[in-house]
Nanobody
Framework: QVQLVESGGGLVQPGGSLRLSCAAT????????MRWYRQTPGTQRELVAG???????NYADSVKGRFTISRDNAENTVALQMNSLKPEDTAVYYC???????????????WGQGTQVTVSS
């Protein structure tokens, strides 16, 4: 069974850095696009960054120049390097991926459990 397991959240001061990681585990044939979303209480989940299997990336305007998404296709992992963090980056961050479990299955979308990032002095 496919699972996305996240790590790396925590408390950091404004201007600091954090690195989030996410590993897709279980029976996996291929992982297509991988993404990071974030959500604060009372708001909709928003896309932070995405990366295709070939390495094409996209970012929310609010994080461009500060966050970098990367992936390791051999390990089925994705990371989000977050620099120059601001209090408004505080949120629960979720990993998301399109995964094909076998040669004979279609891609399905999966979510991680979320990891809290708090930016505060």
């Amino acid at each position: 069974q496919v699972q996305l397991v996240e790590s790396g959240g925590g408390l950091v001061q404004p201007g600091g850095s954090l690195r989030l990681s996410c590993a897709a585990t279980g029976g996996i044939f291929m992982v297509s696009t991988m993404r990071w979303y974030r959500q604060t209480p009372g708001t909709q989940r928003e896309l932070v960054a995405g990366i295709t299997h070939g390495g094409n990336t996209n970012y929310a305007d609010s994080v461009k120049g500060r966050f970098t998404i990367s992936r390791d296709n051999a390990e089925n992992t994705v990371a989000l390097q977050m620099n120059s963090l601001k209090p408004e980056d505080t949120a629960v961050y979720y990993c998301n991926a399109d995964v094909r479990a076998s040669l004979f299955s279609f891609f399905a979308n999966y979510w991680g459990q979320g990891t809290q990032v708090t930016v505060s002095s």
